[in-house]
Nanobody, 117 residues
Framework: QVHLVESGGGFVQPGGSLRLSCAAS????????MNWYRQAPGKERELVAG???????AYADSAKGRFTISRDNAKNMVFLQMSSLKPEDTAVYYC???????????WGQGTQVTVSS
């Protein structure tokens, strides 16, 4: 079994910052990609940012220039530094990992981020 635990969500005013963390544990051989998704009320879940084992990153257009994804391979953790937050960033943020050797994906339980004045 693989278990993901997210933390760092909360309430922030527009223009503020938050740092999300996700720790993976359990029967993990090796993690391939680590990703952050989000889902706003009434909307589809969308990919926000992803990072490969080697550190290659990719971002949704809405996140470019404001969010930074990083990972600690030794600790099986992934982070999302979010700055210049906007009300439209309000959503539940989910951690997702893809593990070797069978490329199975796992999800965390989600952490709420609310951006409001």
């Amino acid at each position: 079994q693989v278990h993901l635990v997210e933390s760092g969500g909360g309430f922030v005013q527009p223009g503020g910052s938050l740092r999300l963390s996700c720790a993976a544990s359990g029967s993990i051989f090796k993690i391939n990609a680590m990703n952050w998704y989000r889902q706003a009320p009434g909307k589809e879940r969308e990919l926000v940012a992803g990072i490969t084992t080697g550190g290659t990153t990719a971002y949704a257009d809405s996140a470019k220039g404001r969010f930074t994804i990083s990972r600690d391979n030794a600790k099986n953790m992934v982070f999302l530094q979010m700055s210049s937050l906007k009300p439209e960033d309000t959503a539940v943020y989910y951690c997702n990992i893809v593990v070797y050797p069978d490329m199975t994906g796992y999800w965390g339980q989600g952490t709420q981020v609310t951006v409001s004045s």
